[in-house]
């Protein structure tokens, strides 16, 4: 909504019914044109538009606990449109965008989004959880220079190995393809690698995991 006047009238502690309109805002509020109203800053198109930007660029930073798909998980979906979410320590948050944006989400495709959990808009506060100003990349790779306790047969370094008892870690860095790799030197002096792939590419995960191997508590 542009002019000003019928701004004013918005402000008005009444209800729509008995505000004053001129003829276009007044089509614009009845007749579904809602997108091209404004505050005199932005229309809600752009407004919308804004949001989709933003959360790609959540989705795009955050892509591990991110996803997209053409199916709600009962297999429905409006068409011409897909849905795209992220998952936060507090539960899922979620958009529906048009097909034509699929490819701003750079994230792994599901057959069918997850089951709603039945996050609602007041629930976009679960965002924040994503920042919780724990650094797990540094915290991870604090882990350099200390030795593997009490481990063996661990899967993420590819076969069933026994002999990184007394290993030493050497290297923590991610790939090119948003692998996280592991190297360890072990006591007859040969390199060993760990990945952390596909969902388990996650710092926090890492971290964990390091912290069980390096003090002797992995179950």
């Not at 008892?165 to 690698?193: F, L, M, Q, R, S």
Request: aromatic share 18%.
């Amino acid at each position: 909504m542009n002019c000003q006047t019928c701004k004013k009238e918005l402000e008005k502690p009444y209800w729509i019914s008995d505000m004053k309109f001129c003829e276009t805002c007044y089509y614009a509020i009845t007749k579904g044109k809602t997108g091209d109203m404004s505050d005199g800053y932005h229309t809600f198109n752009e407004l919308y538009y804004h949001r989709m930007m933003l959360f790609s660029v959540i989705c795009n930073t955050y892509k591990q606990k991110a996803w997209k798909s053409k199916l709600h998980h009962d297999g429905t979906m409006y068409p011409d449109y897909f849905i795209v979410g992220v998952t936060t320590d507090e539960g899922d948050y979620t958009y529906h965008y048009h097909k034509d944006h699929w490819d701003m989400f750079d994230v792994k495709e599901l057959y069918k989004a997850p089951e709603w959990d039945g996050h609602k808009p007041e629930d976009i506060t679960r965002l924040l959880s994503l920042v919780n100003n724990v650094d797990y990349k540094a915290k991870a790779k604090s882990f350099i220079g200390d030795r593997l306790q009490n481990f063996f047969c661990n899967g993420f370094f590819g076969s069933r190995t026994y002999d990184l008892e007394g290993a030493e870690i050497t290297k923590i860095y991610e790939d090119e393809d948003d692998v996280i790799v592991i190297e360890v030197i072990k006591t007859d002096n040969k390199y060993e690698y760990g990945y952390f792939e596909d969902g388990w590419a996650d710092w926090k995960c890492v971290y964990e995991h390091l912290e069980e191997w390096v003090n002797g508590t992995e179950q």
